[in-house]
């Protein structure tokens, strides 16, 4: 029987692993977005006579306003990109113990069944020696 080059208990490591970052991202892109509106209202502005608009903002608000709705697209990607490597990795991982013991589950049901016709014309070739132990003894 074959041997499955993986080791389950390594791809579960790695898999908790990423799941306790992966599970700190959704906080990372709240403090994110919360952090940009932070720096834009307190990054100061060009205005007249130098007073900011009540609420703060100015130019530079407005441009991290556009970069964070511009990356917003690229953080979901990576969050949904990460949700799905990792059910991809634990779906093949299962596959690959159901394939092992599915393996196991017909190399068993094949050993116990009843011999062949075939397999017993096979094992009737000539005896040799004193004909008291059954098998096939002829050279290849």
């Not at 205005?47 to 903002?57: I, S, T, Y």
């Not at 949700?83 to 159901?98: C, D, L, Q």
């Not at 075939?118 to 005896?127: C, F, I, P």
């Amino acid at each position: 029987m074959g041997k499955w080059d993986i080791d389950v208990s390594g791809v579960n490591s790695v898999l908790s692993g990423t799941g306790e970052v992966a599970g700190k991202l959704e906080g990372e892109f709240t403090s994110y977005s919360s952090n940009m509106e932070h720096a834009g209202t307190h990054a100061g502005t060009i205005a007249k006579g130098g007073k900011a608009p009540e609420g703060g903002g100015g130019l530079v608000a407005v441009a991290l306003a556009q970069f964070a709705q511009k990356t917003k697209p690229e953080l979901q990607f990576i969050a949904a990109r990460t949700g799905k490597s990792m059910k991809g990795a634990v779906e093949a991982t299962k596959a690959y113990v159901h394939g092992d013991e599915q393996m196991a589950a017909d190399a068993q049901r094949h050993a116990i069944q009843a011999p062949t016709p075939e397999e017993l014309k096979g094992s009737q070739g000539d005896k040799g020696g004193d004909g008291k132990h059954g098998g096939n003894t002829k050279q290849a």
